[in-house]
């Protein structure tokens, strides 16, 4: 049974940074594709990045582009999502995801995809 857990979230201040982690087990398939996306209160979950074990590339959402890096899973399959210069506007839960249909990621559209694995979310706060 594939768990994914997500760690890291906490108060930033505008500006600030924070790194969330994301640890994946049970998924014993050779290809991949793993996503990070947010909720906030009263709103769609919203896709934030996207990976795929094909080449590596990783997708971002407009909202998050030249702010958020996310990692190439390492060799224990957890990965991690860079958040710097946080606005309030990130404040949300964040949640990772993973796939072995590596397609799920190609293209800017991979929050449309069914996705149906879930963590428990680690919640963000961005506010001074």
């Known amino acids: 049974q594939v768990q994914l857990v997500e760690s890291g979230g906490g108060l930033a201040q505008p500006g600030g940074s924070l790194k969330l982690s994301c640890t994946i087990s049970g998924f014993t398939n050779n290809y991949y594709a793993i996503a990070w996306f947010r909720q906030a209160p009263g709103r769609e979950r919203e896709g934030v990045a996207c990976i795929s074990s094909t080449n590596g590339r990783t997708h971002y959402k407009d909202s998050v582009k030249d702010r958020f890096t996310m990692s190439t899973p390492d060799a224990n399959l957890t990965v991690f999502l860079q958040m710097n210069n946080l606005i309030p506007e990130d404040t949300a839960v964040y949640y990772c995801?993973?796939?072995?249909?590596?397609?799920?990621?190609?293209?800017?559209?991979?929050?449309?995809?069914?996705?149906?694995?879930w963590g428990q979310g680690t919640q963000v706060t961005v506010s001074s």
């Open positions: 995801t993973i796939t072995p249909r590596e397609y799920y990621c190609f293209g800017d559209q991979f929050d449309r995809r069914p996705w149906d694995r």
